[in-house]
Structure formats: structure tokens, C-alpha cells
């Protein structure tokens, strides 16, 4: 099922909703009073107990040297960002030898079958963790689509998959790499591993060929990374701006506003008709997708390094702020049913709400306390 690559690309930008970041021209990077962004940032005409208890009148932004930023930087590139990407190509290539090892057989089923999910699912949290970094080498060139098509509001991976291997039985990785990000990645591979009771040979095929693309394109993320991250997070200009800081904190936001849009509103319906579906739908597994996106964000926003950072300003309580609303939406998701399309509306109404409230403290408190700008993207508005 070879697809026209404009057209992939076209049908890939459209299903996924792309968040479009535009941050600021470097000389123009320090916010200028957080009053002003607050008029700028927050449209709502009666603010709830929530809202105002996430307010504050004016933010003292602490100051934060170019050693000390660039000190930072590098520890995100170096402790963050490198390996997520480091983890996320090491348990698809995991995947990879799973699936060669079980495929040996012309059908494979029970334990060997639930072997192949879990390490799936292990790859999908480790893919849902790497997506706190919206920007550089994945999303450029829009690897990020083929790593994970999502959202797929039209349902194309489930008929795109199927028809691939009853086309090419005997698919390699190298074919693959030139078929549509429809049918690549974590979406394709859960579609394989999911929707049967068992794997024939050529799903077989399909599950062996897609984690090894799905490898060799992470470690090519990877690489870049490592060989490029003082471009990638300007961390050499941290003298005249600070781009980095922005690209990193605006990339963060866009993690929660993404998740709490397309993974949570839009697929539970909660704010208009529903579209869509919650990560992992086949799998039945969308808490653990968003358990691991918080538990990232936890580790980003409550980071020791960060944490001293915001602490240079004895009046600051954003840190914990931060912890206090992270911890309350991963206890109450904790609660929840492993497909949280299946809990109750109140309570996807109450994880909705404790990001909204994630989303404020971000926007309101960290971001200015840090001097630097809201950025703007597609899901924005909270």
C-alpha cells in the first residue's frame, strides 16, 4: 500500500494537528512584566477558585546568568533529552529481537504473543516520554509522524496496515522506510500485535520489518542529538538570548496542551464531539501512555537542577506548586481504568481540569518566574 509521499505528508500534518511553536527573535526573549503577558495569555472573563489561586500579581523573574543557563542547558541535552531518545530506540530494537526470536514458528500466540505487547507497551511509554522534546531533528523532518501517527482521527492505520501485509507478505524494513507514516512506527505496530489473536507469517513479517525502521530511526534522532545538542538548544548563545530556555519550557507546555487536547478532550468528547481516540485504543492501554507523559514531565519540572534555579528567589513556590498539581493528576489517573476511555465522565472531567490546572502554573508562574515568553501553538487556551 505504497502512498503518494506528498499525499502521506499531507494526510500526516492533517491527522496529527501540528503544534506550530513560534518563539520569539532572540533579542526579544525576556518577557517584559508578567502583567502584561497575563492580558495577553488568559481570556477568561470570570475566573474560577482554581484560576485565581494560580495567579499572582506581579512575578519576580529570578536571575539567572549565562553560565548558570548554559550549565542547565547541558544538563537537559545530556540527562533529559539524549536519553529519552537513547531509551525509546533501545527498546524498539528490544522489540526487534523479541519478534525475530518468536517468529520463528508459523503462528505465534499466547505467552509468545503477550511477550511481543509488553515489550510494545514498554516502547510506546518510552516514545510518550521523548515527546516532552517538540522541536529539533524529530519533528524538522516530521519523523515524528512516522514514529507516532497520532491522532488518527479517521481510523487509516487499522485498514492501512492491514492492506500493507496482505500486499507484501514478506515485508523488510527498507520497503517499509518508503511507505506512508500511516502504516510505521508505534500505532503500526500496536495494529499488528493487537488486533489478532495470533501472528501469521506475514504479520510476523510486518512486526520484525516496522521495529527495526522504527529503531533506525530513532537512533538516527539519537545521534543527532548528541552530535548537534549546543545548536539544538542554543547553548552556546546563551549570552545574548535565551532561546534555549524557551525552546525547552514552551516544549514542555506544548506536552501537557497536546495530551490535554487530542488524548483527552477531543477523544473523550468532553468539550464538544468527540473525535478521535485515546492513545494506545487497540491496546486498551491509554493510562499508561499518559502516566508516562506526566511522570516526564515530573521528572523535567521538579528537576533538582531546575528546582535551585527557581529557588535563587526565596519568595518563589513554583517548584512546588508544580509537584503539588503533578502528583494530584498522577494519583488520581493511578485510580483510573487502564483505558480511561472507560472511566467514568466525572472522572475524565477531573483529569482534564488537574492539566488545565498544570497548564496555569506553567504559563502563569514558571514561565515568567524564568523571564522568558509563552510561545503559541495550536492547542493553546486553557
Known amino acids: 500500500m505504497k502512498i503518494n509521499p506528498a499525499v502521506a505528508m499531507a494526510l500526516s500534518a492533517l491527522s496529527a494537528g501540528l503544534l506550530i511553536s513560534c518563539v520569539k527573535p532572540a533579542d526579544e526573549n525576556k518577557a517584559p512584566d508578567s502583567e502584561g503577558q497575563e492580558v495577553t495569555q488568559d481570556s477568561a472573563a470570570t475566573p474560577s477558585v482554581d484560576d485565581k489561586n494560580n495567579r499572582t500579581e506581579r512575578i519576580a523573574a529570578v536571575d539567572i546568568s549565562a553560565e548558570t543557563e548554559k550549565t542547565y542547558l547541558t544538563h537537559v541535552a545530556?540527562?533529559?533529552?539524549?536519553?529519552a531518545y537513547a531509551d525509546a530506540a533501545r527498546q524498539s530494537e528490544l522489540l526487534?529481537?523479541?519478534?525475530?526470536k518468536h517468529c520463528q514458528s508459523?503462528?505465534?500466540?499466547?505467552?509468545?504473543l503477550q511477550a511481543l505487547r509488553d515489550q510494545w507497551l514498554?516502547?510506546?511509554?518510552?516514545?510518550?516520554?521523548?515527546?516532552?522534546?517538540?522541536?529539533?531533528?524529530?519533528?524538522?523532518?516530521?519523523?515524528?509522524?512516522?514514529?507516532?501517527?497520532?491522532?488518527?482521527?479517521?481510523?487509516?492505520?487499522?485498514?492501512?496496515?492491514?492492506?500493507l501485509?496482505?500486499?507484501?507478505?514478506?515485508?523488510?524494513?527498507?520497503?517499509?522506510a518508503d511507505e506512508s507514516a500511516i502504516v510505521q512506527g508505534v500505532p503500526g505496530l500496536e495494529e499488528a500485535l493487537y488486533a489478532n489473536n495470533s501472528l501469521d507469517a506475514g504479520q510476523c513479517a510486518y512486526v520484525i520489518s516496522a521495529s527495526d525502521a522504527l529503531s533506525t530511526r530513532l537512533q538516527n534522532i539519537e545521534k543527532d542529538w548528541q552530535k548537534n545538542a549546543t545548536t539544538l538548544l542554543a547553548i552556546d548563545k546563551t549570552a545574548d538570548s535565551d532561546q534555549g530556555l524557551n525552546q525547552w519550557f514552551n516544549s514542555l507546555l506544548s506536552l501537557v496542551e497536546t495530551m490535554k487536547s487530542n488524548a483527552i478532550d477531543?477523544?473523550?468528547?468532553?468539550?464538544?464531539?468527540?473525535?478521535?481516540?485515546?492513545?494506545?485504543?487497540?491496546?486498551?492501554q491509554s493510562r499508561a501512555i499518559i502516566n508516562a507523559k506526566l511522570a516526564t514531565l515530573n521528572e523535567a519540572l521538579t528537576d533538582p537542577v531546575l528546582t535551585a534555579i527557581l529557588g535563587s528567589n526565596n519568595e518563589n513556590n513554583v517548584a512546588d506548586t508544580l509537584?503539588?498539581?503533578?502528583?494530584?493528576?498522577?494519583?488520581?489517573?493511578?485510580q483510573m481504568p487502564e483505558d480511561i476511555a472507560t472511566a467514568d465522565k466525572a472522572t475524565q472531567q477531573e483529569l482534564y481540569d488537574h492539566l488545565t490546572s498544570i497548564t496555569r502554573i506553567i504559563k502563569r508562574q514558571l514561565i515568567p518566574t524564568l523571564g522568558i515568553r509563552v510561545g503559541f501553538n495550536s492547542t493553546d487556551g486553557d
Not at 78 to 83: A, E, K, R, T
Not at 136 to 144: D, E, F, W
Not at 267 to 275: C, D, F, I, R, V
Open 323 to 334: 509537584s503539588t498539581a503533578l502528583a494530584d493528576a498522577t494519583t488520581l489517573l493511578a
Open 122 to 163: 514498554v516502547l510506546a511509554q518510552a516514545w510518550a516520554r521523548a515527546e516532552m522534546i517538540n522541536f529539533g531533528p524529530a519533528t524538522a523532518s516530521m519523523s515524528n509522524l512516522y514514529i507516532n501517527y497520532y491522532p488518527d482521527e479517521r481510523g487509516l492505520v487499522h485498514s492501512g496496515v492491514a492492506d
Open 78 to 83: 545530556d540527562d533529559l533529552v539524549i536519553p
Open 165 to 176: 501485509i496482505a500486499t507484501n507478505p514478506k515485508l523488510t524494513a527498507e520497503q517499509l
Open 106 to 112: 508459523d503462528a505465534v500466540s499466547g505467552d509468545e
Open 96 to 100: 526487534h529481537e523479541l519478534a525475530q
Open 266 to 284: 477531543q477523544s473523550l468528547g468532553l468539550t464538544g464531539k468527540a473525535k478521535g481516540h485515546v492513545p494506545a485504543a487497540t491496546a486498551g
